[in-house]
């Protein structure tokens, strides 16, 4: 049984552990013609690796994806497409300490409890390492997105760590990119950083909440009754490493709204497409794409490896103490933003890849139609 892969159409397998030799993914689905550029799939992973600042690990890994197949003369061939990224910075001495010990809070004790075995060093493969190959892979999705949609847009950012977060009011997307943080709300960005520099500094760790938005997505997307594009992008956003809890739109507050206050009414635009009063449902209705936002949010715990003494059993069962060695991240939600962005790609191109494969150019058309057709099978989303 393989479960290291998602998705359907757009299919990847990720492979390799923290203290390996390398990490990758395995990409197939990837359309033949797509130009793949190693320099723009290095942009995306730039963003994610460690030791860019002080608020994440200061391992030091280069990153450096290489393609191994599916390509020729710069462009996809059709065929599954090999991304593998070398380990060049492991300490895995560090570790010594915690081969018998489990950490608290960490998949330590239930990789064991289920596999009989696990490697010790540095979390083998529960570690966020592993996000490296999905970045990766992301990369891939939105270099096909740019050649099938290219009004996709995907965009992501934190909106709050530990009890601090931006004020939304102050809301400024120039800001992204100008912290550490990819936070938009410059205020808020300094006081994440001397928050973090305390919690650093006490060896201790705090999560965080991440936005992923994508704009320009078509209308038309999702296959319900369990294939419904929020059940994917939840499923996906979930299986990113210390991912506790995962938003759709409104998320939990929706369950506070009346139905009058939750509902986004809907008018017909100057174009002649549906525009709506607001986005409670973050572009996604009934599993299937609105044309609106979609609006995902995700809570990254906080990382399990500390420099506090926790209490903690060993595998013959006696209770002891643990601090984790090394180097951590003192908020691991800082560098799973390029992550849920690489994750929203890799499932938007997949479900357009199954609309395009099973509707075409079907699907409702809103608006008057030639011949008088009212809604009818005219021309799709995607047509």
């Excluded at 999705?141 to 939304?168: C, F, N, W």
């Excluded at 919690?199 to 936005?211: I, Q």
């Excluded at 009346?258 to 017909?268: F, H, K, L, R, S």
């Excluded at 609006?295 to 002891?320: C, D, M, N, Q, Y």
Aim: charged content about 20%; aromatic content about 6%; hydrophobic content about 35%.
């Amino acid at each position: 049984m393989s479960l290291n892969s998602f998705g359907h159409l757009f299919r990847v397998t990720t492979w390799g552990e923290s203290h390996g030799p390398a990490l990758g993914a395995t990409v197939d689905g990837v359309p033949p013609g797509i130009a793949v550029d190693p320099e723009l799939l290095q942009f995306w992973l730039d963003r994610r690796k460690p030791g860019q600042s002080k608020y994440t690990t200061q391992r030091r890994e280069p990153d450096q994806v290489e393609i191994l197949s599916g390509t020729f003369e710069g462009r996809s061939t059709g065929t599954p497409i090999q991304l593998m990224i070398r380990n060049t910075d492991q300490r895995s001495k560090d570790y010594g300490d915690i081969a018998e010990k489990f950490r608290p809070g960490h998949a330590d004790i239930t990789y064991f409890q289920k596999y009989g075995i696990r490697d010790y060093r540095g979390g083998g493969r529960s570690s966020a390492r592993e996000t490296a190959a999905r970045v990766a892979a992301g990369g891939l999705a939105r270099a096909v997105l740019g050649r099938l949609a290219p009004s996709v847009e995907i965009k992501g950012y934190m909106t709050q760590v530990g009890p601090h977060g931006i004020d939304r009011a102050a809301f400024d997307a120039a800001q992204i990119e100008e912290n550490p943080f990819w936070c938009p709300d410059a205020g808020a960005a300094q006081t994440w950083a001397d928050y973090l520099d305390g919690l650093r500094k006490s060896g201790n760790s705090v999560g965080a909440v991440v936005e992923i938005v994508a704009r320009g997505v078509p209308a038309g997307l999702g296959a319900p009754v369990y294939g419904k594009l929020d059940t994917d992008l939840a499923a996906a956003m979930m299986s990113i490493n210390a991912v506790k809890a995962v938003e759709i739109g409104e998320g939990m507050a929706a369950a506070t709204l009346t139905g009058e206050e939750n509902a986004d009414e809907i008018y017909m635009g100057e174009d002649g497409q549906p525009v709506y009063s607001s986005n409670h449902a973050g572009g996604i209705l009934g599993g299937i794409s609105t044309g609106q936002e979609i609006v995902v949010r995700f809570a990254v715990k906080p990382t399990s490896s500390i420099l506090r003494s926790r209490k903690t059993i060993t595998k013959t069962g006696e209770e002891t103490e643990i601090i984790t060695k090394g180097r951590h991240d003192p908020c691991v939600g800082i560098r799973a933003v390029p992550v849920g962005e690489a994750m929203m790609a890799c499932v938007i191109l997949d479900h357009l890849l199954l609309h395009r494969g099973q509707i075409g150019d079907a699907g409702g058309k809103i608006g008057p139609q030639e011949g008088g057709n009212q809604g009818g099978q005219d021309e799709g989303p995607l047509g």
